[in-house]
């Protein structure tokens, strides 16, 4: 059920849960500070509790509100807001309910850029939004993914097909240095040239770490297999058995079978953009099993596609 921001509004502050557009993917929303419409989100979803929830700011005042320390680091990053960078920052946990954050001392923060929810905001106050998917199936990139998961009369704020459509990159500051807890929407070159030093290794920092990224993500139903070579994919895909398909590019090789197409190889844009409606309408078609094309490079938001694709295979 597509509904105005003015109802969107309305009903997060009587304590409802919205979907809700961002230039990512689409989030399930409730005020912050709503415990059981937080509570119903973890429900809805079918989320375990120790899987915090990312709050969703319209300027840096609600921000500064809800941690309880602004690492130097953020003067270089805050570029990089509005847009879909999340900080992992030292919570007030006055203001930050522990529920949202899972019990951790730390608070996952972005301020979105699509206009639609920054209205909201504005309206509303900060948001907490996960992705507005059952847990484990993909992401929502149009209002037509949310309803199929959710049902048709769920309220979504209509806000047409999300430009990005991969998650927001999550990043944990730390006093030794900075760590992607999440590659996402930004890649890590952009965040390297900005912030002046690489990455550190994911197993030397502390822990706890990103704790979403411990269960079975993006699966599709599809039974996926994974080519990191256009040759093996060739040979695979000649000797296949009927039932499956490619999931791939324009130019993947795909013998008899049919092709789901991200776009142009190497497009990452594009191919992020449609990733997410492609692993639903496998499923929608009931494709048995999928052929992925691996083979492209794993740098800029190539590594973002790479990281994608091979969560969804391992959960399906
Ligand atoms: O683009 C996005 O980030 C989308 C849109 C709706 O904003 N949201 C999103 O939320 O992807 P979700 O819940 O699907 O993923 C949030 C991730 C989870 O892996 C969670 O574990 C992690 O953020 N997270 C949240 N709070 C954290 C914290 N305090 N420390 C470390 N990781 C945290
Ligand atoms: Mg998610």
Same mark, same amino acid.
């Given at each position: 059920m597509r509904v105005s921001l003015e109802e969107a509004a309305e009903r997060l502050n009587a304590g409802g849960v919205v979907a809700v557009p961002t230039e990512t993917v689409y989030g399930l929303a409730a005020g912050l500070d709503d415990a059981r419409a937080v509570a119903r989100i973890f429900a809805l979803k079918g989320r375990p509790q120790d899987n915090p929830l990312i709050v969703h700011v319209a300027d840096e005042n609600q921000m500064r509100v809800l941690v309880a320390q602004v690492p130097g680091a953020f003067a270089e990053l805050?570029?990089?807001? =509005? !847009?879909p960078l999340t900080l992992v920052l030292p919570a007030n946990p006055n203001a930050v309910p522990a529920a949202v954050r899972a019990g951790l001392a730390t608070v996952a923060i972005r301020m979105p850029s699509h206009s639609l929810v920054r209205e909201l905001i504005a309206k509303t106050g900060p948001l907490v939004a996960p992705s507005?998917?059952?847990?484990?199936?993909p992401s929502a990139t149009a209002p037509e993914h949310v309803e199929a998961d959710f049902g048709a009369d769920f309220p979504v704020l209509d806000?047409?097909?999300?430009?990005?459509g991969v998650e927001s990159t999550i990043v944990a500051l730390h006093e030794t240095g900075w760590e992607i807890l999440r590659a996402g929407a930004i890649a890590a070159e952009d965040l390297i040239a900005v912030l002046g030093s690489p990455p550190l290794?994911?197993?030397?920092?502390?822990?706890?770490?990103? =704790? !979403?990224?411990?269960y079975r993500h993006y699966a599709p139903a599809t039974e996926l297999k994974s080519f990191n070579r256009k040759e093996d994919l060739a040979l695979a895909a000649m000797r296949a058995e009927p039932g499956g398909a490619v999931l791939g590019f324009d130019d993947s090789p795909r013998g008899a079978l049919p092709l789901v197409s991200l776009g142009a190889r190497g497009d990452f844009a594009v191919n992020l953009r449609r990733l997410y409606a492609a692993l639903r309408s496998l499923d929608e078609k009931h494709i048995a099993y999928s052929f992925v094309d691996?083979?492209?490079?794993?740098?800029?938001l190539g590594a973002t596609l790479y990281d994608r694709l091979a969560k969804a295979a391992k959960g399906s």
């Open positions: 805050k570029r990089f807001w =509005p !847009g507005a998917n059952l847990s484990g199936r806000g047409g097909d999300c430009v990005g290794p994911s197993a030397v920092t502390d822990r706890p770490r990103s =704790p !979403g990224q411990k691996a083979d492209f490079t794993r740098t800029g």
